[in-house]
């Protein structure tokens, strides 16, 4: 699992990177499916990560909007932000976390086995329709490649 999550790492960074030759209004613009647009979906990945890593850590969930980070900078700078405390508790994750209750305030049970593994395929789903909307502008989308990413060395 944590081979899965660095390499959701390295894909956003690579994201990021691709970004940076797309002008502003691209970036911002209303497109079909997810949850609106190439910045705005990286927000919602930035976001997501964060919130549920909170909440199995006990923590309160990030609750603010993309209209405080409608940049660029501002997305990265956030993602960098909340990576220095997702690593760590992905980096020490063990097999007898796997299995522990996470309880919903209405009583409903996930194990965190479960909540971890759907951060990641979360993050796999919208690099997805980032890559469409790529193409939709003329543009080659970041390789979602596994392979040679150093990722077992």
Same mark, same amino acid.
């Given at each position: ?19 940076? /030759? ?22 919602? %990945? ?6 549920? %890593?909170?909440?199995? =850590? ?5 609750? @603010?909007?993309? @209209? ?37 305030? /209405? ?16 993050? %796999?789903?919208?690099?997805? =329709? ?6 939709? %502008? ?16």
């Amino acid at each position: 699992m944590k081979t899965l999550f660095q390499y959701n790492w390295q894909v956003r960074d690579d994201w990021f990177s691709w970004c940076e /030759d797309v002008p502003e209004d691209e970036l911002l613009k209303a497109r079909t499916g997810g949850v609106g647009g190439i910045l705005k979906t990286l927000f919602h %990945i930035v976001d997501v990560e964060y919130s549920w %890593i909170r909440l199995l =850590q006990g923590k309160a969930e990030f609750d @603010e909007s993309f @209209e405080g980070y409608n940049s660029l900078e501002k997305v990265r700078d956030l993602s960098r932000r909340f990576h220095s405390e997702v690593q760590p508790f992905v980096m020490t994750w063990t097999s007898e976390m796997e299995f522990k209750d996470f309880t919903f305030e /209405d009583g409903d049970k996930l194990k965190h086995g479960e909540i971890m593994r759907h951060v990641i395929a979360h993050e %796999i789903h919208h690099i997805g =329709q980032l890559s469409v909307w790529a193409r939709e %502008i003329a543009r080659e989308p970041v390789t979602a490649n596994l392979i040679d990413r150093g990722l077992f060395n």
